[in-house]
């Protein structure tokens, strides 16, 4: 029997599967090269998520949102004025409104909405305060 066919045919396959093998290592080495890269990078997310994070506890928080409404502004700005609490009715004539039940009514539910939002405080039934 002929043993050179079959040591050919073994020989082709020894070098198929070394350009395999060498071909796997260069993707092996390629992968570990961009995991470093990405461990690096998670590291440095990790120091800024950190960094981030110490320093937005000393930024000052940012004013809630109040409703686009002209009314919202005044109230403000008549609570700013103010030194004690103040009760719906006191708030219309800021609001340039008639001491009527509806507006009182009215003023009422608008301080609501500040109270909502943690600017002004109910202090009592019926009286708000301008937040410290």
């Known amino acids: 029997?002929?043993?050179?066919?079959?040591?050919?045919?073994?020989?082709?396959?020894e070098e198929a599967a070394r350009a395999l093998a060498d071909d796997l290592r260069a993707q092996i080495d390629d992968l570990q090269t961009r995991l470093r890269e990405t461990e690096t990078h998670l590291e440095h997310l990790a120091i800024?998520?950190?960094?981030?994070?110490?320093?937005?506890?000393r930024l000052p928080a940012s004013?809630?949102?109040?409703p686009e409404h002209p009314d919202y502004p005044r109230i403000l700005a008549a609570f700013n004025e103010?030194?004690?609490?103040?009760?719906?009715k006191d708030a219309c004539p800021a609001l340039g409104h008639e001491l009527l039940p509806k507006?009182?009514?009215?003023?009422?539910a608008k301080l609501k909405r500040p109270v909502e939002l943690?600017?002004?405080?109910?202090?009592?039934?019926?009286?708000?305060?301008?937040?410290?």
């Open 103 to 108: 507006n009182v009514e009215g003023t009422r």
């Open 63 to 66: 004013p809630p949102e109040l």
């Open 82 to 88: 103010s030194t004690g609490p103040r009760r719906a």
């Open 118 to 132: 943690g600017i002004l405080t109910a202090a009592d039934t019926g009286c708000f305060t301008r937040r410290q």
């Open 48 to 57: 800024t998520r950190k960094t981030v994070t110490s320093l937005a506890d």
């Open 1 to 13: 029997m002929d043993v050179r066919p079959l040591l050919e045919a073994l020989g082709l396959q």
